[in-house]
């Protein structure tokens, strides 16, 4: 049977279509952060911004002995942290 | 293979006899009463309330396991559909010569009719007997939760907890 | 802009009895919830509650949302739906909340702001974790209590804590299968209870066992579980294969805490309450003056306990705004601290009682 889930391609960061070996070799790359992590592999910038793959991140980047899990922070968070549309933020009249 | 309520999700006769829920065996002889298979400390105590005789306590802190006083029992049945945990069974082991009367909350559809003939399963739903399906009850203050009591025969009393889901193969 | 003394982000347990409170207090309370329907995870939740009277033991999780949401009504709260809330900004007058609503972004300013914005289910990877038919149990539960839709009929449950085992009771209860529930600890964590309940339903419970794969198509079709020894390291020889078309993963919450790291509030780390947790004090109140927390976002727990601690977060908010005196306050919080701490005592709730105290602490010591 192929299967859609082979051991090379576990998707950790769905959004962004992030496996788990890319991230790994983020961290083999010298990331400790999950900033570090975002800005080599672009994982967590998807449009879930990270809710599916963060924690996960976090957890891989303190088993690698990067940092402690305590110290192992989420990215900075920005607003808005709600997905919106551009339109939303556009007032037409203002024009 | 380890045992017990924390790896296999089923107290051992060991862990129900420890708890203060358990009547004595000579209780059993005398008449219906209520069996609660509550053997962990939770945060819980709506039987406590239910009990319209004061048989069970729990007290504080709810965590307490709930105490049965077996004289006070009166093996009515009303505390089993008002614990969250379905932990409460209503047992009468001497229903007849040869028969016992278990009684145990029942959460399925279809409900099984009066007079039916059953696969009886125990605490881990494995297939034991045959029961006679004695009676159905499902009150609005039950809230959904239906008590079925089957009639088996007298060795499964302290088995017989449920109908098997799968038809019960033998 | 619009101005009122409290603003609630999230309609769930927390936040709901939080403006109960609130406006029993006499306050104008504003409830932004991204929802279509107020009540958070209440109306998906069919069983029996546990608990105490007080707690409402013994009422099923549906019926205590529709008595919150009644009680919500008869008090003249007012509660903003289908309206996620997007960012926070210091104001002279308070805290200005943001949020979508209608199309446009608007804006409320609330001279307390509560936070009460629940958790999320924790993912777990694995070769095939993207396969359709792979979903967080609290997905399987919204499918079946409130969409009515029966996500597959052979299920494997991943994760014994509560959520887990109830789940999978409620999916046997919808007609569903479920053919195994695995554990990767060496014990169950939920309540043996609950685990009763589905072992009589015939459903075995495999601890010290995890999935090591799943295999499938276009959807999940075959399972492979692996036991796993006491450093949770695969046993090789011990794989078997499961035919299923669903997997629920049950593997714990991680607290909605955006909006408090955008405020700027300071955090404290407690894996046993989700990773990352605002600190706050015993009146809930973080380490941002006027900006409060409450239910799962500070600390997940259930809802009880969520509910217990939007009451306390509402009457603490209420006496800053002083609706209430000092006097009144403290004894309706001591009342709310009461029925909060009998739910945190036992084996199963020490743990989350000494991690509290330990957050509880962590304020006190006032970095």
């Not at chain 2, 129900?16 to 005398?30: H, I, N, Y």
């Not at chain 2, 003939?117 to 029961?131: F, H, K, M």
């Not at chain 3, 609503?101 to 509560?114: P, S, T, W």
Request: charged share 25%; hydrophobic share 40%; aromatic share 6%.
């Amino acid at each position: 049977m192929s299967t859609c889930g082979a051991e090379d391609h576990v998707f950790v960061c769905r959004c962004e279509e992030i496996t788990k070996e890319e991230i790994a070799a983020a961290i083999a790359d010298g990331a400790t952060t999950v900033r570090g992590i975002k800005v080599r592999t672009e994982a967590g910038m998807g449009l879930c911004q990270g809710r599916g793959c963060r924690k996960i991140i976090q957890q891989m980047l303190s088993q690698s002995g990067a940092r402690p899990a305590a110290e192992v922070l989420p990215s900075t968070t920005r607003t808005p942290v709600r997905t919106a549309k551009i339109s939303e933020f556009i007032n037409e009249e203002d024009d | 293979m380890a045992d017990g309520v924390k790896i296999t999700g089923i107290p051992t006769m060991e862990e129900l006899k420890a708890t203060p829920g358990l009547v004595s065996d000579q209780r059993f002889e005398k008449s219906a009463v209520a069996v609660i298979e509550c053997v962990q400390e939770i945060p819980c105590n709506p039987c406590e309330k239910a009990c319209p005789f004061g048989a069970i306590i729990v007290g504080s802190p709810i965590t307490n396991l709930p105490v049965i006083d077996e004289d006070k029992c009166t093996g009515c049945g009303v505390c089993l559909a008002q614990c969250p945990g379905l932990a409460i069974f209503r047992v009468e082991k001497n229903y007849t010569d040869s028969t016992s009367m278990v009684e145990f909350p029942f959460e399925y559809l279809p409900l099984p009719q009066e007079g039916d003939t059953v696969p009886c399963g125990g605490r881990n739903g494995q297939y034991l007997t045959e029961g006679k399906v004695l009676k159905v009850k499902k009150t609005k203050q039950m809230d959904g939760t239906t008590l079925v009591s089957v009639e088996v025969p007298k060795q499964y009393f302290m088995d017989v907890r449920t109908i098997c889901r799968k038809g019960g193969s033998k | 802009m619009r101005k009122v003394q409290a603003v609630i982000v999230g309609g769930g347990p927390a936040g709901l009895a939080a403006s109960i409170e609130i406006a029993k207090a006499g306050g104008k309370v504003v409830v932004i919830d991204e929802n279509g329907k107020p009540g958070g995870q209440l109306f998906k939740q069919i069983h029996k509650f546990f608990g105490s009277r007080e707690h409402r033991a013994g009422v099923r999780g549906y019926d205590i949302g529709t008595q919150l949401l009644k009680e919500t009504e008869d008090l003249g709260v007012e509660v903003l739906l289908d309206a996620p809330v997007y960012g926070l900004f210091r104001d002279p007058a308070g805290i200005m909340v943001s949020y979508m609503k209608d199309g446009r972004e608007q804006a409320i300013i609330g001279e307390k702001v509560i936070l009460a914005t629940g958790a999320a289910e924790n993912a777990l990877v694995f070769p095939g974790s993207t396969l359709p038919g792979v979903m967080g149990a609290g997905c399987a539960q919204t499918m079946i209590n409130v969409n009515r839709v029966l996500p597959g009929q052979k299920v494997i449950m991943v994760g014994s804590g509560n959520v887990g085992l109830i789940v999978s009771y409620q999916l046997i209860q919808a007609g569903a299968e479920v053919l195994a529930l695995v554990e990767a600890a060496p014990s169950i964590g939920g309540y043996g209870v609950h685990a009763g309940k589905i072992r009589r339903a015939g459903t075995p419970i495999y601890v010290g066992h995890t999935i090591k794969r799943v295999l499938g198509k276009t959807q999940v079709e075959k399972v492979e579980l692996v036991a796993l020894d006491e450093k949770f390291q695969e046993i090789p020889g011990t794989e078997k294969m499961l035919e299923a078309d669903t997997v629920c993963i049950a593997v714990g919450l991680t607290p909605l805490t955006e909006l408090a790291w955008l405020a700027g509030c300071e955090f404290t780390f407690i894996p046993l309450l989700g990773g990352h947790i605002p600190i706050h004090n015993e009146d809930m109140e973080t380490t941002v003056p006027g900006l409060y927390v409450a239910g799962d976002i500070a600390g997940a727990e259930e809802a009880s306990t969520a509910m217990e601690e939007g009451r306390l977060s509402g009457i603490a908010a209420a006496e800053a705004l002083q609706l209430y005196t000092a006097e009144e306050a403290k004894a309706l919080k001591a009342e709310v601290w009461d029925r909060m701490n009998a739910l945190r005592t036992g084996p199963f709730g020490q743990k989350r009682y000494d991690a509290k105290a330990q957050l509880l602490a962590t304020a006190k010591g006032g970095k």
